[in-house]
């Protein structure tokens, strides 16, 4: 019984350079959401994502940034052009429906050098 | 802007003793109010929860305390063991998204 899997656990990326998180959300979950985490902060949301829709995007910022979550496949977070403030935790969370809780991955700890 | 804050920042608590951390939101709309423990390297896991409705929900050695008037609510950890030491943060829903306060490092000695 897999939890929520993200991949890589670690990414490393010089600035300019495209990064690509993957989420595979636990079984039977269609529901997806993105979190970021700065260094001794709480987590901020990103986007919240069914199969196929984005519901809501209110917490990315507007360039370079872009999440999908396909009929098939896990759900991705893109962002092109990377600079050094983007360097953070990045967690994915699933959950079953909109009233059930939210379960999260280990995160992808992305550095910008 | 700040919606949801949490105190202390960090707490250093006794083997045995009561580990206590405080939230306060001003959204009169969120609507559940969970709390989260997080591991170095490890995603958040949901710890208990509570709805409005309710003013205290135990679950074992976590309690959660809510005052909806003051819209002010905590996570008690009675008898606190090494094991529990984490970062533990509070979060508030509204519409499914969750809005976490900074978080909390407790840290349980011998």
């Known amino acids: 019984n897999a939890g929520v899997m993200q991949n890589p656990r670690h990414l490393v990326r010089r600035r300019g350079q495209e990064a690509r998180l993957r989420c595979s959300p636990m079984?039977?979950?269609?529901?997806v959401y993105w979190y970021r985490q700065l260094p001794e902060e709480g987590l901020k949301f990103m986007v919240y994502l069914q199969k196929e829709n984005i519901i809501d995007e209110s917490g990315m910022p507007k360039e370079r940034f872009s999440a999908e979550f396909p009929k098939e496949g896990p759900s991705i977070l893109r962002i092109q052009q990377v600079v050094r403030g983007d360097s953070a935790a990045y967690f994915c969370?699933?959950?079953?429906?909109?009233?059930?809780?939210?379960?999260f991955g280990n995160g992808t700890r992305l550095t910008v050098t | 802007q700040q919606q949801v804050k949490q105190s202390p920042q960090s707490l250093i608590v006794q083997k045995g003793g009561i580990s206590i951390i405080n939230c306060a939101y001003e959204?009169?709309?969120?609507?559940?109010f969970p709390w989260y423990q997080q591991f170095p390297g490890k995603g958040p896991a949901l710890l208990i929860a509570?709805?409005?409705?309710?003013s205290e929900k135990k679950e074992g050695r976590f309690t959660i305390s809510f005052n909806k008037s003051a819209k002010q609510f905590s996570l008690h950890i009675m008898d606190s063991q090494p094991g529990d030491s984490a970062t533990y943060f509070c979060a508030a829903t509204q519409n499914e998204k969750l809005t976490f306060g900074t978080g909390t490092r407790l840290t349980i000695i011998p």
């Open positions: 079984k039977g979950h269609s529901h």
């Open positions: 969370a699933s959950s079953a429906d909109r009233n059930s809780p939210l379960h």
């Open positions: 959204n009169t709309a969120f609507d559940y």
């Open positions: 509570i709805r409005p409705d309710v």
